[in-house]
C-alpha cells in the first residue's frame, strides 16, 4: 500500500486489528521488541574468551593507566589492532563504570549509526521503502546480534564503513567541503577500527560507481584532498603511539603488513581456507535474508548486463563495489575467520533491501516466497530442538516470549493475504526468535563453563562485593586481566 509520498511501509494492507485479530503493525512492534529484547540481553552476556576479554582489559588498562597513546597487553606493547575500540571502551569505562554492557556501549552506538547510515544511503537510490528495508535487513541479520554480543574490532568497523558508504555517496553526488570532511572522518575512523580494510572497501565501491557511470573525472576533484586531510589528522594519534613504541616499523606493520600484506603473503599470519571460505559463512551471518541477497545479486548483475555495464544519473554501484570487490578481497587473504566478512554487511543490506522493496511491489506469491517460509521453518525446528533438549531451559518467561512470536510466524506465513509482505514479517520475527533463545538461553549456559568469568566473580566475592569506578574490582572475570 503507497504512503502519500509514493513509498510504501511493510504493514500495508493489514494495518491496526483485522477481523481475525492483531493486524501486521502489532507483529512488526512483537519483531521490534523481540530483537531488542535480544540485543538487550547479549549486551549482559559475560564478555567472551578469547578475542572480546582480551580487548576489554586493554581498554580497561587504558582507562586505569591513562596511557592513550601507547597501547599495551598485560604489561607488554600491543600492536595487533588499531586503538579506537580500546579508546571508546576505556572513555565508557570511565563514565559509567567497569562493567560488560559499558565495554559493548560504544561499539553498539556506532553499529546504530551504521543502520542509519544504510538506510539514508539505500533511501538517496531507492526511495523510501528501500531504506526501511535495508536498515531492517542490517538491524536483524544474524551476524548483527553477534557482533553486538561478542563485541570485536569488527562492530566499529561495520559500522563505520556503513557510515562511510553513504557519506560516499552524498560525496560523490554533491561535492563539497562539507561532505568531503564527513567523508574523510569516516575513511579514518574505519582505519582506526580495523586497519587498511576500513579504507579500502568504500574506494572500491567509489571506484566501482565512477567506472559504471564513467565519471572519473570526479577522482580528480580538489575535494579529495580534504578528505584524505580529515582521515590523516584523525590518524595522527594513532601514528604517535605506534612510533613511540615500535618506530617506523609500527607503522609500515599497521598500515601494510597487517593489511594488503594478508593478500600479498607478507603476513605471519596464514591458515589452510580456501578462496571460497567466505561463502558459507556469509550464507549463515546473512540469515534469514540470504535468499534474498542471492536474488539482489542476480538480479543487479542482470540489469547492469542489459545496460551495457553502465549506468545513468539516479543509479549507483557503489554497493554492489563494495560488497563484491571487498568479498574477493577478504576472499584472497591468507588470514581468514569468519567475523571478517561483516565489513561486507552494509553493502549486502543496502542491495538486499533495494531488491526487497521492488520484490514487495510486484504482488503475488512467488516461488521466493515459499523458499523463505521453508528456510525460517528449518530456523524454528533447529532453536525449539536446542533450548528442549541440548541447551534445555526452564524459563517461563522466555518459552513465553518464543510462543508469541511462533504465533506471529504463523500467522504471518498461514494467514497473510499478501504473502510477500507477509514473508518479511516472518523473517523478522523468526530472527529475533532465534537470538531471543541464543543470548538468552543458549550462550548462557555456555558461558557458566567460562572459567575466567567464574573467576572473576569469585575475586569479586572475596573482595566484598567489588565497585564500578576504573582500578577496582570489576564485575565479571574477562575485564580483571
Known sequence: MLTRDGTSDLRAGDEGRTRDGPGRAFWWAVAAIGAAAAYGLGATLDVMEIDAAQYAAIARHVADSGT?????????????????????????????????????????????????????????????????????????CQGAFLMNQDVRTDTL???????????????????????????????????????????????LGAAAHLAARREWRRALRREWAVALGIALLLLAPMAVGLVRQHGAAGLVFMFWTQGLGRVLGENIWGDAHGPFFFVPQLAWIFLPWTPFLVAALW??????????????????????????????????????????????????????????????????????????????????????????????????????????????????????????????????????????????GIYPRLLAYQATSAAGRLVRTLEGGGASRPGEAPPSGPLIA
Open 68 to 140: 592513550w597513546l601507547e597501547i599495551t597487553d598485560r604489561g607488554e606493547p600491543f600492536l595487533n589492532k588499531p586503538p579506537l575500540l580500546f579508546w571508546t571502551s576505556g572513555l565508557s569505562f570511565l563514565a559509567f563504570g567497569v562493567s560488560d554492557v559499558s565495554y559493548r556501549l560504544p561499539s553498539v552506538l556506532v553499529f546504530v549509526l551504521g543502520v542509519y547510515a544504510t538506510y539514508r544511503l539505500a533511501t538517496r537510490y531507492g526511495g523510501k521503502r528501500a531504506g526501511w528495508c535495508a536498515a531492517l535487513v542490517l538491524a536483524t
Open 157 to 203: 568497523l561495520t559500522g563505520v564503513v556503513a557510515f562511510s558508504l553513504w557519506r560516499l555517496a552524498e560525496f560523490l553526488e554533491r561535492p563539497g567541503l562539507g561532505n568531503a570532511a564527513l567523508l574523510g572522518a569516516g575513511l579514518g575512523a574505519g582505519m582506526l577500527s580495523k586497519g587498511v580494510i576500513g579504507l579500502v572497501v568504500p574506494l
Open 299 to 440: 538480479a543487479r548483475a542482470r540489469d547492469l548486463r542489459a545496460a551495457g555495464w553502465r549506468l545513468s544519473a539516479g543509479h549507483e554501484a557503489i554497493t554492489l563495489g563494495a560488497f563484491a570487490l571487498g568479498f574477493i578481497g577478504i576472499s584472497l587473504s591468507r588470514s581468514k575467520l569468519p567475523h571478517y566478512v561483516y565489513v561486507t554487511l552494509p553493502a549486502a543490506a543496502v542491495l538486499t533491501g533495494t531488491w526487497l522493496a521492488a520484490w514487495l511491489g510486484e504482488g503475488g506469491r512467488g516461488r521466493l516466497a515459499a523458499l523463505q517460509a521453508a528456510l525460517l521453518a528449518l530456523l524454528w525446528l533447529a532453536t525449539v530442538a536446542l533450548l528442549a533438549w541440548a541447551f534445555p531451559s526452564r524459563s517461563a518467561l522466555l518459552w513465553a516470549g518464543l510462543a508469541v512470536l511462533a504465533v506471529g510466524t504463523g500467522r504471518a506465513l498461514i494467514g497473510g493475504r499478501r504473502r510477500r509482505a507477509a514473508v518479511v514479517l516472518a523473517s523478522a520475527l523468526t530472527i529475533a526468535a532465534v537470538n531471543l533463545a541464543l543470548n538468552g
